[in-house]
């Protein structure tokens, strides 16, 4: 199984604003196994973010983290900074939607409901 991060940049028309957009992953080993949280998805919106969007949720939790050594990447401590180039050297090289299907066997895909 994959652990690490990973970018899928949207078509250009996905916001309004033209900008690109990104559904930023991890995945993390832990003792249970491997875990995942998509950056953003506890907002009430869709967590298609701007790559500006995507930075403030790493700098308000998963960053933050690195600090104690909570949050380690291959079991090794990290620190912030190096954290961070990390997430852009992984936004730099975004998925398309294809491809991230084609290579992981996975889809990315949004279900649509109402509010509560």
């Not at 559904?23 to 967590?47: K, M, N, Q, Y």
């Not at 079991?75 to 294809?98: D, K, N």
């Amino acid at each position: 199984m994959f652990c690490g991060r990973i970018a899928i940049v949207l078509a250009e028309d996905t916001s309004f604003y033209r900008d690109r957009r990104f559904i930023a992953s991890t995945f993390d080993a832990t003792a249970g196994g491997v875990t995942h949280e998509i950056l953003g998805v506890s907002c009430r919106s869709l967590p298609f973010l701007a790559v500006d969007e995507v930075f403030s949720h790493l700098c308000g939790d998963r960053t933050i983290r690195t600090v104690g050594g909570t949050l380690r990447i291959n079991g090794e401590t990290v620190t912030p900074e190096r954290y961070l180039r990390l997430w852009w050297s992984v936004i730099g090289q975004a998925w398309t939607p294809s491809a991230f299907t084609e290579r992981y066997g996975y889809a990315a895909f949004a279900v649509l409901g109402g509010l509560p």
